[in-house]
């Protein structure tokens, strides 16, 4: 057993979705205010927002007392010729990823639809065609990550993507290769998608790499169900919302997570972009003491 969930915090946590947007936090708030909030590890998030020179990146973290637990970077490996496009943004994640002496690299699938505007733009399930002509693709480039950088792939279930449900997590799970490929468990998304995250974890304890803790709220996430309404607006009604308002329970994730024979970095995020600027902050604080009074955490 490794013991403890080592914890941390993401851009994600300060309204930070995309590399560029005027109604972001600037990034140097950000660093400044998730190390006031007390917190000592962080990712990336998306490549750009963050500087992207990998020394004074590390000049940056430094100052703060801050290190970097993994990159984050989406794909669309399902789509037929997708290999190089996803190729350069990925590998140019990893790149500084690794330079951050960080092991890890947070892999998103794409949406299926808009995230903001809800409209579908693909087929929301992969055919049984489809399904192991991704996993091959996942496992060839976890397989270049992990030669080229060194770091491990931890690929995370998403709301409105192909890989969202329980069942679709499981069938993942499934087609890819164990020894390249783990998951990112995001508790928020899992709960979001009718999912289990502690099930997942009993289930499969050696699958298990990397965790993001969220909560969301099943009275917005089943008004959200019922319209048909897309993730992003999702997130504007607060269908993410602060620990322990919401769901999944936190103590009983912690303490299977504390069972697992693994080093675990358990890295909070909160969906709310956009938001007001002074909002993260205390909800930061207040998250990271909720989370301490749950248990041990390194």
């Not at 936090?25 to 998030?45: C, H, K, Q, S």
């Not at 690299?105 to 065609?129: K, N, Y």
């Not at 069938?171 to 979001?192: K, M, N, Q, W």
């Not at 504007?236 to 322990?244: F, K, Y």
């Amino acid at each position: 057993m490794s013991g403890p969930a080592r914890i941390g915090s993401a851009p994600d946590s300060w309204g930070v979705w995309y590399a560029d947007d005027p109604r972001q936090t600037p990034w140097e708030r950000f660093l400044d205010e998730v190390a006031a909030a007390g917190y000592t590890r962080i990712e990336l998030g998306p490549y750009g927002y963050l500087p992207t020179d990998p020394a004074r990146l590390r000049d940056e973290l430094g100052r703060r007392g801050l290190t970097m637990t993994a990159g984050t970077i989406f794909e669309h490996l399902h789509r037929p010729d997708s290999w190089d496009s996803t190729w350069k943004d990925v590998s140019a994640a990893a790149s500084l990823t690794a330079a951050m002496g960080a092991e890890h690299l947070v892999v998103i699938p794409d949406f299926w639809r808009d995230p903001q505007t809800g409209e579908a733009i693909e087929d929301a399930r992969l055919t049984d065609e489809q399904w192991p002509a991704y996993a091959e693709r996942m496992n060839h480039l976890a397989r270049r990550i992990r030669d080229e950088f060194g770091l491990r792939i931890q690929f995370h279930p998403h709301a409105d993507t192909h890989v969202d449900t329980h069942e679709n997590v499981e069938r993942f799970l499934h087609e890819t290769d164990p020894a390249l490929v783990s998951l990112c468990l995001d508790t928020g998304h899992i709960a979001y998608c009718g999912g289990d995250s502690l099930k997942l974890i009993r289930d499969h304890p050696d699958r298990i790499g990397y965790v993001h803790l969220k909560q969301v709220d099943p009275g917005v996430v089943a008004d959200v169900h019922d319209k048909g309404i897309g993730f992003g607006e999702a997130v504007r009604m607060g269908a993410m919302c602060e620990p322990p308002l919401g769901v999944p329970e936190m103590p009983p994730i912690l303490e299977a997570l504390a069972e697992l024979d693994a080093e675990i970095f358990a890295i909070v995020e909160q969906d709310m972009y956009p938001c007001p600027a002074d909002q993260p902050l205390p909800i930061a604080k207040r998250t990271l003491a909720y989370l301490r009074s749950c248990g041990p955490l390194r």
